[in-house]
């Protein structure tokens, strides 16, 4: 069995019944022979042309030649034919060339000089595919090819003669005339085309020459193929023009040829449609007869025939009072019931008497007709208010009712309320989503976090009833805009001074922004109200607003580093703004040297992680964010406003010369400060009174204020305290009342009688008798009139005492010995409490801290084990600075680093313990302490708390005996 490559056998079922039931097996063999694949080229040319007298070589007529697919060994020839073999002095011959990577066909040929006319050519490519080289032979001939060559002379003129007449019937489609136009010469074989002229006469007929043909393509080999538009008959005279590429050629009358074209009239086309394929009619007034003048319409039809119009269904008739009626012109007339939301189709068609065949008819196509009743939509309205606000970060929102509309009268409810809401502001940011509107009016949008402004947003309403026969569909107000404010939300970037004593007061400036301006409240004010603001919670008092970036207000009593908030009430709208653990309210400052770094520091207590309450503070110490050279030695709080001395230089990368000023933000050196160290800082009316180890104060711009050891700051200059110069260093100073006290080791210029301490009354300095002659003050108390001095001296005035003693403002008492330097002296009630560097005082073992009381020293339990140097007493409670880390002999509570509490029991319960000071223990030793809410100075059977305000520590009770 054979089976052509690429084949497919088939019929295995039948071939297998031919064989017989008697068949059991046998071996079938198979053989596939190889199909000769057709050879197939691109033909390039239609039509050419060539000069008489002249010999042509490789005129290219094809491209692409192949044998077939993969045969690329077959040899291929050309097998051709060709009219007016008379043309040429010899045969014209079709050669295969290779030309680059392709396979051509070029033809070679020579006319004589007598030519004039066309050559067909016919031409089809062969392979040798044969059937004794394994190939099947059927398939071994291309598709045939036609090209036309225009022979003429070389400078002969344009020439072409046309058929003067056709006659054809109407309406016979397209036809094909071959030889219309011949003897078609043109000059120089130049391009050129046939074209129907626009100019005629029409000698019969009802129909214009205009829109005579559907189709009128002359091609330039003489051959016409035509159309005449549907039902067109009569007899026209025509011209055909020939048309040069080259528009600069002479074109003469012999180029326009006529010609006359009957068409007999025969049976039209009746292609029926209406006019238009709906009518719809209102329903209010559905019940008035219809008329629409000749609305079916049969195209190309001239002049009135005798038609008639039939109505072959009428899906609704219930839908008609009357008709419908067609007239012969195909106007239509009907009257519809009223209160008949229907529609009805129409099936329309048209018939008249044939010309061609007596006694029939000619039938129209069925036209289809939809006559529907409708009701008019009614435009909706809407409303939706003029602005709208919400704050910053509020989020998604969701405002129901937000737009007011109706979709119509009530038949129009079941609409569906369609908004198109649109936007613009200058920022693109303000929103994650769009603002939107669904179709229940709730106004949706979700803004951006941290995104504040204002955007006009325009809304326009649609509903779905649609515009048909004059209806409206969009809101009759038009385009509807509002503003939509975002409020920026209060921010507080710094609060100034950032610390203040505990009991409030402190007077604070919030810097920051959106507090209150025309753009953070959509109105012009020189006053803003509505402002409010809590620190931890609790109002701030006398707020007052200053300008959009600025508020102040007075602190409240508090405790910690709470956060402060802002709060701004506008109509509805809230807003607030926080800065975290905004302020600080402070009972003791802390300062010392900070071993760890090589620095000093400056702290405050209680802490943020320990504030206990307003009554009971917390025992604890927190770090300030400030970084001296050397130690801080001296400091005095006048209110939020902290004063700092000691034996540095510089305050993190600035020259600040020992002394400056903090208020939990700035740090700011006091003019130019002092070329030595700072020992002691006490307020003394309106004057910072400076004391320590130095020559000079320096104002700046080269002026300098010579008082050695003692200064005063009035918180723009330097100047000196009175007029009289001291020799030495000042250590120690007190201020109480008109008295200013100051202690150390110096005398007064040019006198002997100011021994290391001195008094001024605000007019001049006083000796006490001649002060501790060669001694030196460290430390002064004061309680009333009495004055308690402590150092290393023997000598008070002519009075022997060691290193303590007593001035009762006439004179010296001595309060028995103390082994060592005393370095802090503090008052609380009738107890003097007394620390150094010291372990007895009379003839008691103390350790470092001990108080005195009628004439006697005791123990403050059993002491510490190391220095102290400050001592502070706020309320009932000692607070305890130095380098000491435990108390002696306290077992588990022992661990007591740098700082402690000692607090009297006023209810007469337990014996008062030392209670560790936290956070100490990673800075270092305690140099020196104040109170921030003002230091007790109280006397013998005075109340330590005062009665008539809240006090800290303890309630208004008589201090108790020991």
Not at 242 to 253: I, P, R, S, Y
Not at 313 to 342: M, Q, V, W, Y
Not at 667 to 672: G, H, I, N, R
Not at 956 to 962: E, I
């Amino acid at each position: 069995m054979q089976i052509d490559d690429g084949g497919t056998f088939e019929g295995g079922a039948q071939w297998l019944a031919s064989v017989g039931a008697e068949w059991q097996s046998d071996l079938i063999e198979f053989s596939v022979r190889r199909a000769n694949r057709v050879p197939t080229f691109v033909p390039t040319i239609n039509e050419t042309f060539a000069f008489s007298g002249r010999t042509y070589d490789n005129v290219t007529f094809a491209i692409h030649l192949s044998a077939g697919t993969n045969e690329p060994n077959q040899a291929i020839v050309w097998d051709y034919s060709y009219t007016n073999p008379e043309f040429f002095d010899a045969q014209p011959i079709l050669h295969i060339v290779e030309r680059g990577d392709d396979v051509i066909g070029v033809l070679n040929f020579s006319t004589f000089r007598s030519a004039l006319g066309s050559v067909v050519f016919n031409v089809t490519l062969v392979d040798d595919g044969r059937e004794d080289g394994g190939f099947v032979a059927e398939e071994e001939v291309s598709r045939q090819h036609t090209f036309r060559l225009f022979v003429q002379p070389e400078v002969a003129p344009a020439e072409f003669s046309i058929l003067p007449f056709l006659e054809i019937s109407q309406n016979v489609g397209q036809r094909t005339i071959a030889d219309f136009a011949f003897n078609i010469l043109s000059p120089q074989a130049q391009d050129f085309e046939f074209v129907l002229s626009p100019v005629g006469e029409v000698l019969e007929g009802p129909w214009e020459i205009e829109g005579l043909f559907e189709r009128f393509d002359l091609s330039r080999s003489g051959v016409l193929v035509f159309e005449t538009n549907p039902n067109r008959y009569g007899r026209f005279a025509l011209q055909v023009e020939m048309v040069f590429a080259d528009a600069t050629l002479e074109q003469d009358n012999h180029l326009l040829r006529e010609f006359t074209i009957n068409i007999i009239q025969g049976d039209p086309i009746l292609n029926l449609h209406p006019s238009r394929p709906v009518v719809q009619i209102e329903e209010s007034v559905a019940d008035i007869p219809q008329t629409l003048p000749q609305f079916f319409v049969i195209d190309n039809i001239r002049g009135l025939q005798d038609r008639t119009f039939f109505i072959l269904d009428i899906s609704e008739p219930g839908l008609f009072a009357s008709g419908p009626l067609i007239e012969n012109d195909g106007t239509l007339t009907f009257t519809l019931l009223k209160d008949r939301l229907l529609s009805s189709q129409l099936v329309v068609q048209c018939r008249q008497p044939s010309i061609a065949v007596e006694g029939t008819l000619v039938v129209s196509n069925n036209a289809s007709l939809e006559i529907s009743i409708f009701d008019r939509n009614d435009a909706p309205t809407l409303s939706i208010p003029s602005s709208f606000s919400v704050v910053e970060n509020s989020g998604q929102q969701s405002v129901a009712g937000f737009a007011d509309f109706s979709l119509g009268p009530v038949d129009e409810q079941w609409q569906t309320a369609q908004f198109t809401v649109t936007f613009t502001s200058q920022s693109s940011r303000l929103f994650v989503l769009p603002p939107r509107i669904d179709s229940s009016g709730t106004f949706h949008f979700t803004t951006a976090d941290n995104e504040h402004g204002s955007a006009t947003i325009t809304v326009r309403l649609r509903d779905d009833g649609g515009t048909a026969n004059g209806g409206l569909d969009q809101n009759v107000e038009g385009p509807l805009s509002f503003e939509l404010k975002i409020y920026p939300l209060p921010r507080i970037l710094e609060v100034v001074p950032r610390v203040g004593p505990m009991q409030g007061g402190s007077l604070i400036t919030l810097q920051g922004s959106y507090f209150g301006s025309t753009y953070s409240r959509c109105f012009e004010s020189d006053v803003y109200d509505g402002i409010s603001v809590t620190i931890g919670g609790r109002e701030c008092s006398n707020v007052r607003y200053v300008s959009d970036s600025e508020i102040q207000c007075l602190t409240p009593s508090g405790t910690g580093s709470p956060d402060i908030v802002v709060s701004i009430e506008q109509g509805p709208l809230s807003r607030s703004g926080m800065m975290s653990e905004g302020f600080s309210f402070v009972l003791i400052y802390y300062a010392g040297f900070q071993g760890g770094l090589g620095g000093g520091y400056l702290g405050f207590g209680p802490s943020e992680d320990d504030p206990g309450n307003f009554t009971n503070p917390g025992s604890s110490f927190q770090l300030a964010e400030t970084l001296f050279s050397k130690s801080v030695d001296t400091i005095a709080a006048q209110g939020e406003r902290i004063f700092v001395g000691g034996s540095f230089a510089g305050f993190g990368e600035s020259d600040v010369n020992f002394v400056v000023s903090w208020d939990g933000v700035r740090t700011e050196p006091l003019a130019e400060g002092l070329d030595g160290a700072v020992k002691t800082l006490t307020l003394y009316g309106d004057m910072l009174v400076v004391g320590g180890s130095f020559q000079k104060a320096f104002q700046g711009r080269g002026s300098v204020v010579r008082s050695p050891g003692l200064v005063g700051w009035n918180g723009t200059h330097w100047s000196t305290v009175g007029q009289s110069m001291w020799d030495g260093s000042v250590y120690s100073s007190i201020a109480t009342g008109s008295k200013l006290y100051i202690g150390g080791q110096f005398r007064m210029a040019r006198s002997s009688d100011y021994g290391g301490l001195a008094m001024f009354d605000g007019v001049q300095w006083h000796s006490l008798q001649g002060g501790v002659g060669n001694g030196r003050v460290n430390a002064i108390a004061t309680a009333l009139e009495d004055v308690y001095v402590g150092g290393s001296f023997v000598r008070a005035g002519g009075v022997a005492v060691q290193n303590i003693a007593q001035w009762d403002g006439r004179q010296w008492h001595a309060m028995g010995d103390v082994n060592g330097d005393v370095y802090a002296i503090a008052v609380l009630g009738e107890f003097v409490f007394v620390g150094g560097d010291f372990s007895a005082a009379g003839e008691q073992e103390v350790n470092h801290v001990a108080y005195y009381q009628q004439g006697r020293w005791y123990p403050l339990r059993s002491g510490l084990d190391g220095p102290v140097y400050s001592l502070v007493s706020v309320g009932s409670c000692l607070y305890i600075g130095g380098s000491f880390l435990a108390a002696v002999g306290e077992g588990s509570a022992a661990g007591i680093n740098y700082g402690a509490r000692w607090c009297v029991d006023l209810a007469g319960g337990e014996e008062p313990q030392f209670e560790p000071v936290s956070g100490l223990t990673s800075v270092g030793p305690v140099r020196t302490m104040a109170s921030a809410v003002g230091q007790s100075v109280t006397g013998f059977d005075e109340e330590v708390c005062p009665s008539d305000q809240a006090a800290i520590h303890c309630e208004p009770t008589p201090l108790m005996m020991l």
